[in-house]
């Protein structure tokens, strides 16, 4: 079992939905989960992290967290073309090194 | 957010020679910074770890007498590419380290082997 699985993508919606993003991760110590975005030829972004179990909110952003179940996943609302990207979860291992789910590519179709 | 710089965001260089490729963490100091490389269409790779003042942990696999890296100061890393082949061409990002666990990415240099 990797340490760190994302639903394979890509993920197709269209424009005003909400994509949602799943992640699971193999070490139950684990403290805090982050979500990047990477679009095409650019470098990773972050844009989301959390720490506490349950739902932490930020603009059309939302990340859920499930510390019993091992999961934490990424809601997009009102999805925009501008979300198409790769969305990366990532968790460190106790070494301070993130690791890295294999990435879901989103398109969000006009 | 934080902000981490690269410099430069792209460089093109005959085989042979050797590139250098700083990143710099501009509005927060870090203890810590990473370097990964990334090949079209896979995922990042972990190259090494850096720590201010001392040696780098390099991940297995990657050369550390090719893949030189110095991290003098609290806001400065740089890694240098020796003797570079075309197969060393790659897309390098660094991160640097806010706190315990939150890495923030530079923009990426784009490395070109002829």
């Known amino acids: 079992q990797k340490e760190v699985e994302q639903n394979s993508g890509p993920l197709s919606v269209p424009e005003g939905a909400i994509a949602s993003l799943n992640c699971t991760y193999s070490?139950?110590?684990?403290?805090?989960f982050f979500w990047y975005r990477q679009y095409s030829g650019k470098s990773p972004e972050l844009i989301m992290f959390i720490y506490s179990n349950g739902d932490k909110e930020d603009g059309r952003f939302t990340a859920q967290l499930n510390k019993a179940s091992q999961y934490v996943s990424l809601l997009i609302r009102d999805s925009q073309p501008s979300d198409s990207a790769t969305y990366l979860c990532a968790v460190p291992n106790q070494g301070g090194k993130l690791i890295f789910g294999q990435g879901t590519e989103l398109s969000v179709k006009p | 957010g934080a902000v981490v710089s690269q410099h430069p965001s792209w460089v093109i260089c005959k085989s042979g020679t050797s590139v250098k490729i700083e990143c710099r963490s501009l509005d927060f100091q870090a203890t810590t910074m990473f370097w990964y490389r990334q090949f079209p269409k896979q995922s990042l790779m972990l190259m090494a770890t850096?720590?201010?003042?001392?040696?780098?942990?390099?991940e297995q696999g990657v050369e550390k007498d090719k893949f030189l890296i110095n991290h003098a100061s609290l806001t400065l890393s740089t890694l240098t590419v020796t003797s570079a082949h075309p197969e060393d061409s790659s897309f390098y990002i660094c991160s640097a380290r806010l706190d315990t666990d939150t890495q923030y990415f530079g923009p990426g240099t784009r490395l070109t082997v002829l």
């Open positions: 850096s720590n201010e003042g001392s040696k780098a942990t390099y």
């Open positions: 070490d139950r110590g684990s403290q805090s």
